[in-house]
Every structure is written in structure tokens, then in C-alpha cells.
């Protein structure tokens, strides 16, 4: 990222908004969501980037990401929940409460019983 660069997090949800509207296929949107959250760890661990906003909408999207896995059929589950478990592992050196955060969605949609 360069110092003139911002990070726009409304950019990126309109991006998945508008795949949404317009193909909406179910594995799409799961993996875009779970793209979103895979590349926003990335930012913070490369910039110690901190900004409470930015991990709000970084929880939210995880948050739909592992609500939109359950709506697949549990075969195509599996990769997805891994993705996901590894991002709750990513999130225990961030502090802020984040992996606390990703641990209860984890455990309120009971994924590794899925």
C-alpha cells in the first residue's frame, strides 16, 4: 500500500453487492466474503494497520461468509470451514478482541460439528 492510498471498505462490499445482483451463485459469494476477509488479515499483518471501523466490517463480512458456508450443501462445506478456522487463527495476534469476535460466530454456527 502506498501513502497516498486509502482502503475503502465500501468499494469492496459494493464489489460483492454488485457480483451478488448480478450472477449470485451461493460458492461465489462465499468465496468473495471469505476473499474480503483473507485479504484484509493480509493488510493488518502487513501494516499493523488499526482502525476499530475497519475491524468492524472485517467481523461483519466474516460473520456473513460463515452464515453464507451453512447455506451450501454440507459437501461443499469443508474447504470453506478450513479457510475460515485459519482466519480465526490469524486473528489471536491481532488483539482488539477480534478473535474473540470470530470465535463466537465460529461456535454459534457450530461449523466444526458441519
Known sequence: ??????????????????????????????????????EA?????????????YFVALIRMYDQAVKRVLDLPVAERHGYAKRLGNLRSRARPIGSGIDDELTSIWHEAALDEH
Open 1 to 38: 500500500m502506498v501513502r497516498s492510498q486509502s482502503v475503502s471498505i465500501s468499494k469492496a462490499k459494493k464489489a460483492i453487492a454488485d457480483y451478488q445482483r448480478a450472477i449470485g451463485e451461493p460458492a461465489g459469494l462465499v468465496e468473495l466474503s471469505i476473499f474480503y476477509c483473507e
Open 41 to 53: 488479515f493480509s493488510l493488518v499483518e502487513s501494516y499493523a494497520f488499526e482502525d476499530e471501523r
